[in-house]
């Protein structure tokens, strides 16, 4: 297995739509597994493909408790099919802006249609942090990262901070 380089804000590869996956094979699975690894590498509790300067349409997430056992999510081609009137505000971050931080505010619930690493088609209902996780890996595969949804003030404040981080150098 091996932990990718996760790339970070300035990188185009975020901001692209990715491609959907056409056939699910080895060659897939492995890069999902890859993924995790990354993920648990970095501390995060998702990641999607464009994140590793793939542009593919892979989401891994584990939202579990640290207290609990993993609940891995390996999804291929995902896409929201029903959204949830009621909304929820939740502190994101990303691993590709590390060490920043902000309110966001979706769809408290979520249907979400995917394809499993055995190509077959799944839906899943998301609620709470996982609600939360899956439209924010669903957002990388379009090119939307979680500043776009701060208000134009705080976002702008959040970059000029970034600008000067050498973290992002
Ligand atoms: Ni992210």
Same mark, same amino acid.
């Given at each position: $297995?091996? %932990? ?6 300035? &990188?185009?590869?975020?901001? !692209?739509?990715? #491609?959907? %996956?056409?056939? %699910? ?6 890069? $999902? ?15 999607? #493909? ?17 207290? @609990? ?8 081609? +995902? ?7 009621? @909304? @929820? ?8 802006? +590390? ?15 995917? $394809?499993?690493? &055995?190509? @077959?088609?799944? !839906?899943?209902? #998301?609620?709470?942090?996982?609600? #939360? ?22 976002? &702008? $404040? ?7 981080? +050498?973290?992002?150098?």
């Amino acid at each position: $297995m091996t %932990v990718h380089k996760i790339v970070l804000l300035a &990188d185009p590869v975020l901001r !692209q739509k990715a #491609a959907p %996956v056409e056939q %699910v094979d080895d060659e897939i699975r492995q890069l $999902m597994e890859d993924m995790v690894e990354t993920m648990y590498d970095a501390v995060g509790i998702g990641l999607a #493909a464009p994140q590793i300067g793939i542009s593919k349409r892979l989401i891994v997430m584990d939202c579990a408790k640290d207290d @609990t056992s993993p609940e891995i999510w390996k999804m291929i081609n +995902p896409e929201i099919i029903s959204r949830s009137e009621e @909304t @929820t505000k939740m502190e994101e971050g990303c691993l590709s802006i +590390p060490g920043y931080n902000g309110d966001v505010t979706r769809p408290a619930e979520v249907e979400v249609r995917y $394809m499993d690493i &055995d190509g @077959t088609a799944q !839906q899943m209902t #998301a609620t709470g942090l996982l609600a #939360a996780c899956v439209q924010h890996e669903i957002d990388h595969l379009d090119g939307v990262l979680f500043i776009d949804y701060l208000s134009r003030l705080k976002r &702008d $404040m959040m970059l000029r901070k970034i600008a000067k981080d +050498p973290a992002f150098k």
